[in-house]
């Protein structure tokens, strides 16, 4: 994997994403040439038209990006990748169309980007047969081999088999006779010398899946791997790569110290992100308020109530605030307390439901983040019920109000609605993981990618 800016990138899905860059600079090349010719003019010089080549190229990447066009599914299905390419080749095209009428050019004619669009998703779709026929999916695949052969190493096991995996286990190594979930294991008094074992196989990194570390840590051996030029790496720190979440079943308090993470950095980082809050929120609520007019007068036709909905939250270091949100429920629907919300929860209003799949409803939270509240990208903010019961239940969730609460986040693009205990759970290591690594490129991955979402709304109640 490729490590930007703290932020882990498959190398496959790294190539693939530069390859597409390039055949988008030579699609919208190939379109002016195309409508040049048909209009019987001289193209000129590609140097004159560098410029708009170049935001045509980056317009419909970041909208492949935003909508899914490398996330897992689409690497792994072409039928899922060409409807995926489709939309934000689409969607890439309407947006340069919109620039072209507020800001005309005499480059990008509307004829000219149609036959961009046509020739950008043949490339994409020819580039994804070549990379997937002549690479084939294994071959960014790191060699790993996993000292130890307990429930842990099962685990990796597990993710190693998963068609999205990164990488694939060459061997397992059994450091102690107690560990018997994995009978292919070989016993470490079975190999003479590790590091030459280590060498033999062509591996590319080794990870510590042991149970239990103390006097069990190969310390001759480890440093000898290390010295030869191969990684080593331990098991949480490997499955927050690999999963692009901070694993709760075994980091303890010490790895949360000792490992990157939550970097004093963040002091600029901060300030870019509040400026980008307060000019960002401030164009939004101008644009937005129209919308939200609308649905504030169908949701007070639609049910008895007000158009609003104000619930405290709990924000950051833990300070509670008002959260003003457009109504999707019944005005009675907390009357027993607030719990969490069901699949077809019979609470929700006609209107509701569709202003929640759609995150219409989330737009007057907007102001919350002008006023400094909230971001737009962070941890979802909870009520106090839940927080008082979450952080009995579950270790550091302190910790994730170390950030400020988001409109969207790591965990709402990567986890669906969590209605449970469990799904509160999982979604913590992704707040846990987006406050140990923020920089304000991941807060630009997630501000692409809630793009997907919105479209593809499998986890909206």
């Not at 897992?72 to 072209?100: F, H, K, N, Q």
């Not at 998703?121 to 071959?139: C, D, K, M, P």
């Not at 088999?161 to 979930?181: A, L, N, R, W």
């Not at 929120?281 to 007070?300: E, N």
Request: hydrophobic share 50%.
């Amino acid at each position: 994997m490729i490590r930007l800016f703290k932020h882990y990138i498959p190398n496959a899905v790294m190539l693939l994403g530069l390859f597409d860059l390039g055949l988008l600079f030579l699609a919208g090349e190939l379109a002016w040439l195309i409508r040049a010719s048909q209009a019987g003019m001289d193209p000129g010089i590609i140097s004159d038209r560098i410029v708009p080549l170049v935001g045509f190229s980056v317009i419909v990447w970041i909208a492949m990006i935003s909508v899914g066009v490398y996330g897992s599914e689409a690497t792994r299905s072409m039928r899922y990748a060409c409807a995926r390419l489709l939309v934000a080749v689409s969607l890439g095209i309407i947006a340069l169309s919109v620039i072209d009428f507020l800001i005309p050019g005499a480059t990008f004619w509307r004829s000219t980007l149609i036959f961009a669009m046509i020739l950008a998703i043949g490339f994409s779709v020819l580039n994804r047969l070549i990379i997937g026929g002549l690479l084939g999916n294994s071959a960014f695949r790191r060699r790993v081999i996993v000292l130890g052969a307990g429930t842990r190493a099962l685990r990796l096991r597990k993710l190693a088999q998963k068609p999205e995996s990164g990488f694939v286990i060459i061997s397992f190594i059994g450091m102690s006779d107690s560990e018997t979930g994995v009978l292919e294991a070989i016993p470490r008094t079975a190999i003479h010398d590790l590091g030459q074992f280590v060498e033999n196989l062509g591996a590319s990194e080794v990870v510590l899946a042991l149970e239990e570390r103390r006097n069990q840590l190969p310390l001759k051996d480890l440093l000898r791997i290390k010295t030869m030029g191969v990684h080593v790496n331990d098991f949480s720190s490997f499955m927050e790569r690999e999963t692009g979440r901070v694993d709760l079943d075994s980091v303890n308090p010490s790895w949360l110290i000792f490992s990157d993470g939550f970097s004093s950095g963040r002091m600029i980082s901060g300030a870019i992100k509040r400026v980008f809050d307060v000019i960002a929120s401030s164009l939004l609520l101008i644009f937005a308020l129209p919308i939200i007019a609308l649905f504030a007068v169908l949701i007070k036709l639609d049910s008895k109530g007000p158009a609003f909905f104000r619930q405290t939250r709990i924000g950051l270091y833990g300070q509670p605030f008002d959260v003003l949100k457009l109504r999707s429920m019944r005005i009675d629907a907390e009357k027993d307390g607030s719990k969490w919300a069901e699949k077809n929860d019979p609470r929700i209003t006609r209107v509701g439901k569709f202003i929640r799949k759609v995150r219409i409803d989330e737009l007057p939270q907007t102001w919350s983040v002008l006023k400094g509240q909230m971001s737009f990208v962070g941890p979802r903010p909870e009520v106090p019920k839940f927080v008082a019961d979450l952080e009995e239940h579950l270790p550091y969730y302190a910790e994730r109000h170390m950030v400020k609460p988001g409109i969207t986040g790591w965990a709402q693009i990567n986890y669906p609605y969590g209605a449970s205990i469990a799904d509160s759970r999982h979604k913590l290591e992704y707040d846990l993981y987006y406050a140990k690594n923020y920089t304000p490129f991941l807060d630009l991955l997630i501000l692409m990618q809630t793009m997907r979402v919105v479209l593809w709304p499998e986890g909206a109640r």
